[in-house]
């Protein structure tokens, strides 16, 4: 509710999603989630919107009947009748549902970025808690600083699960020598003790690839003629420390990430073939190609242009 309330309805989407996901019911989330998707719409990207808000609100019905919330599901029903034809949503269709959302890692961390002290706190700590893969670029946004010193206290208490990520291992590397460092030194002093002796010297080899929550794998097949942008470019977009990005690219081929989101992926491979390196993603579709809503159209994405799927 806070995010929907800062009018960031696709970043309470997400979070409602995980939510039910995780098995959570109620009539506030069912109301809630399918509000955001509505809210969501734009003007040329509606119908997918509308269509699992439908299959939310039918999934939450049981749940809605005879509760505060019926009547604002049902005034959203009215708007959009074409909602009231969509079967409920079935378990499996969760994960879906959250990529479609997850326009790239950055919807989260943007979303809470605009929020007060408090409340940017407060979500580090609630979603950290989860322990959800899905709010881990949340978590090494919060650590490098960049939602203040309360975030970044919150999120260094809640990366223990995912230590064993290179990716969480950059940001834990690059917090320890940050201008922040002090203050975050108590907090980040459990989780240094549990690396072994040596973690974080010179690479003998590429990095394991840093991960996504996505399906698409970026493999960088070449540095190109200019190793060093190649390695720059690699630390900038993925958030990654000098050392690794400088593996990747002395140590080719290697894949650099794993379930990388199709905006990422498509952003990072332009920038490195703009300096000659060459790239393969692994995985890659247009939305249409893989949508439950071209399934639900029932036209298949080869007999279907994108330009005309929504």
Request: hydrophobic residues 45%; glycine residues 10%.
């Amino acid at each position: 509710m806070t995010l929907l309330r800062a009018g960031q309805p696709l970043a309470a989407a997400l979070v409602w999603s995980e939510l039910a996901r995780g098995g959570l019911v109620s009539a506030q989330l069912w109301c809630g989630l399918g509000s955001a998707l509505m809210q969501c719409r734009g003007q040329l990207v509606r119908k997918p919107f509308e269509v699992w808000a439908g299959k939310v609100f039918k999934r939450g019905a049981p749940a809605l009947a005879g509760t505060e919330y019926a009547a604002t599901v049902n005034e959203w029903l009215v708007e959009v009748a074409e909602a009231r034809a969509q079967p409920p949503l079935i378990d499996a269709e969760f994960s879906e549902m959250i990529e479609f959302l997850l326009v790239n890692e950055r919807v989260l961390p943007d979303a809470i970025a605009g929020l007060g002290d408090d409340d940017r706190m407060g979500l580090v700590m609630t979603l950290g808690d989860r322990g959800d893969p899905l709010y881990v670029p949340l978590l090494r946004s919060a650590l490098a600083g960049q939602l203040g010193g309360g975030a970044a206290r919150s999120a260094a208490k809640r990366l223990g699960p995912f230590l064993e990520r290179p990716d969480v291992q950059a940001s834990i590397a690059a917090a320890s020598i940050s201008p922040v460092a002090d203050e975050l030194g108590p907090y980040l002093a459990p989780l240094l003790a549990r690396f072994p002796a040596g973690w974080d010297a010179p690479r003998t080899a590429a990095c394991p690839p840093y991960q996504g929550i996505g399906r698409i794998d970026i493999e960088l097949l070449s540095a190109g003629p200019r190793p060093t942008a190649c390695a720059e470019l690699l630390r900038a977009h993925l958030d990654a420390t000098t050392r690794d990005a400088e593996s990747w690219a002395r140590f080719t081929p290697c894949v650099v990430k794993k379930g990388a989101m199709r905006h990422d992926a498509l952003q990072l491979r332009s920038a490195l073939e703009e300096v000659g390196a060459k790239v393969e993603l692994h995985g890659f579709t247009w939305s249409h190609e893989s949508s439950h809503v071209a399934a639900h159209a029932g036209e298949t994405a080869a007999k279907r242009p994108w330009w005309k799927f929504w």
